[in-house]
């Protein structure tokens, strides 16, 4: 029996690159053994995208289109498409082309060998150096932070084997960051290294706000050691506190001492001043940190559904 291979793309805005992908990604199903149906999701898109994206499903049975409401995000785009696929493995790609469609075939040679996940790293990548400067960055800043053992410099280009697809498409967490839960559901993990190319053709749509949103997303779903160091914190500055005291206790009782030295005491409105802003900073930010996790347990709490479809293409019911 043939197995079948199901390919998710989110769209948001991807007009001017759409042909570009069809070309790219017809040419390279061409050569595969497997059966495949792409799921294109539009995002809530501004521009001729989900017109395109219809004619493309006319004139291919293969690819499939799912229209949400509005624009809900990167994440929920792509686990909408994972909800209605019905591949025996499922390959998530952006439209953009910087991820290259020629390296799917090398996911599906080590799933085939017996990987369950199959995820690609960017050994090379046509970015700007703030945003590979931030990349790196966070690779490295959520490696210490959570306790599961998300691979550096990989995103959410990856095939996943549909055991792990259905463990994810149960998970009932709203702010989702997909390249977490799938290290999170554990089974055997490959990676494959390749270029990552410069955009095809368009403006980029994941602006660096949106980056760090999900970068947040990462961090604050999957480790609560930001809690943690607000309480560390809070002790350091109390340690400081305590010591600042002691030294204008000892200013008073020793002033010809300290006189001597040149660390008369004076009335010290700056350094009050100083203090409270210090403090005021620390307890916004830690308030902050809070506020990070109440808003996530709020959103949770709410259960309103991740996606709202509004219509589709050679799919089955709306859900």
Wanted: glycine share 6%; aromatic share 10%; proline share 5%.
């Amino acid at each position: 029996m043939r197995k079948k291979v199901s390919i998710v793309i989110p769209c948001y805005n991807e007009q001017e690159v759409l042909p570009y992908l069809f070309e790219r990604l017809n040419a390279e199903i061409a050569r595969w053994e497997q059966d495949v149906e792409i799921i294109c999701v539009n995002d809530g898109s501004r521009d001729r995208t989900w017109e395109i994206l219809q004619k493309q499903c006319n004139s291919d049975l293969r690819w499939k289109a799912i229209c949400l409401s509005r624009n809900f995000g990167h994440q929920p785009a792509v686990s909408a498409g994972m909800a209605h696929a019905t591949g025996n493995c499922v390959c998530i790609i952006d439209a953009d082309l910087q991820d290259p469609p020629e390296t799917i075939q090398s996911f599906i040679r080590e799933w085939e060998a017996g990987a369950d996940v199959v995820y690609g790293v960017r050994k090379k990548r046509k970015d700007t150096k703030i945003k590979m400067f931030l990349a790196w960055c966070f690779y490295r800043v959520i490696a210490r932070l959570v306790s599961i053992p998300i691979p550096p410099d990989s995103g959410d280009f990856c095939l996943m084997d549909r055991k792990v697809v259905d463990v994810m498409n149960s998970l009932p967490e709203r702010n989702r960051y997909l390249r977490g839960l799938r290290v999170w559901c554990g089974f055997k993990h490959k990676a494959v290294e390749f270029e990552r190319d410069a955009r095809a053709a368009g403006e980029p749509q994941y602006t660096l706000r949106k980056s760090l949103r999900l970068a947040m997303d990462g961090i604050f779903s999957f480790s609560a050691v930001p809690l943690a160091l607000a309480s560390h914190v809070g002790l350091w500055v109390s340690a400081l506190a305590l010591l600042g005291m002691l030294f204008t206790l000892a200013q008073r009782l020793f002033r010809p001492w300290f006189s001597s030295i040149g660390l008369e005491p004076g009335p010290g409105f700056a350094t009050i001043v100083i203090s409270i802003l210090f403090l005021g900073g620390v307890q916004l930010i830690c308030l902050g940190i809070l506020g990070e996790y109440l808003g996530r347990i709020y959103d949770e709490v709410k259960q309103r559904p991740v996606w709202v479809i509004s219509a589709t293409e050679n799919c089955g019911p709306l859900t």
